[in-house]
């Protein structure tokens, strides 16, 4: 199967020309059994939100190491989430400037409660600290500049980087997002929903080139339930990929990954 039917067969499904179970994956979702599937058999995408969680996270050796030199199922980034960590990943990590500001804010209330005559000093601290943000808020702590490299440096090794053409989704993406259709009614713009085909995509091209696999399993950290709602997948999301792949889809938080990893022989 080429490209172009790649994307008119995911294309039908995303706008609804072929039929989704989203009765039975809703069924599913109000009764989840759990999975019977291994994890070598599981396709594992990962979500933007994991990057530097994943580095700073107390079992990021042991997952990086199954990830990259264990795991045979097809491990796949989508390319949106790479736009979407740069442009994020102010929120996610502090950096040394906030990290300062914070620990001022604390001298601040103390210093209040001991004597009202150091304010001329504070005010000047607080100068000084705007100063310092404007001019060096990018700098991140070493070691989470340290523990993120060396994840991304794995990941060039190992994961399928896939992007979707964007036109020819464009209209699908506006058209979901008005009728609240996940993934990304929640959020502006539809960074989620490229994800969502980003991944989509890449899986498909992964299943046509012969590399099967039982589950897939998207590793994210986003809770609104335009994704999942209590650890469970939004059902619309399983039937698409019930409809497309034939297998089901889970979200796993980096501690169920760790755990299934713990598991896995």
């Known amino acids: 199967m080429n490209q172009e039917e790649l994307q008119k067969r995911l294309i039908g499904v995303l706008d609804r020309q072929v039929i989704c179970d989203s009765l039975n994956a809703l069924a ?32 990021h050796i042991d997952i990086v190491d199954y990830l990259v030199s264990r795991h045979t199922a097809p491990l796949i980034l989508p390319g949106q989430a790479i736009q979407e960590f740069w442009n994020n990943q102010l929120q996610v990590v502090d950096t040394v400037a906030a990290s300062l500001r914070k ?19 504070v005010e000047q601290i607080d100068i000084l600290l705007e100063q310092f943000s404007s001019e060096h808020g ?17 990941l ?14 464009q209209e699908i993406g506006a058209l979901r997002k008005r009728t609240r259709t996940p993934p990304g009614f929640r959020d502006d713009g539809d960074g989620d929903f490229f994800i969502w085909v980003d991944l989509l995509t890449g899986l498909l091209e992964a299943q046509a080139g012969g590399n ?37 889809f889970e979200i796993w938080t980096i501690d169920r990954l760790a755990a299934e990893i713990a598991k896995a022989p």
Not at 103 to 121: I, P, Q, T
Not at 212 to 221: G, I, K, M, N, T
């Open 28 to 59: 599913s979702a109000m009764k989840p059994e759990v999975s019977t599937s291994s994890l070598e058999d599981t396709a594992i995408g990962l979500d933007a939100s994991v990057f530097l969680r994943l580095a700073g996270h107390s079992k």
């Open 103 to 121: 620990h001022f804010e604390a001298f601040k209330a103390a210093l209040g409660k001991v004597a009202k005559d150091f304010g001329s000093y």
């Open 138 to 154: 990018h700098i991140y702590d070493e070691g989470t500049v340290r523990t993120t490299l060396s994840l991304l440096e794995a």
């Open 156 to 169: 060039t090794k190992r994961a399928s980087v896939v992007y979707a053409p964007r036109a020819p989704f």
């Open 212 to 248: 099967q696999y039982q589950r897939v399993a998207l590793v994210s950290l986003d809770k609104k339930v335009d994704w999942s709602r209590a650890g469970i997948a939004h059902p619309i999301l399983v039937a698409e990929v019930r409809t497309l792949l034939n297998v089901p």
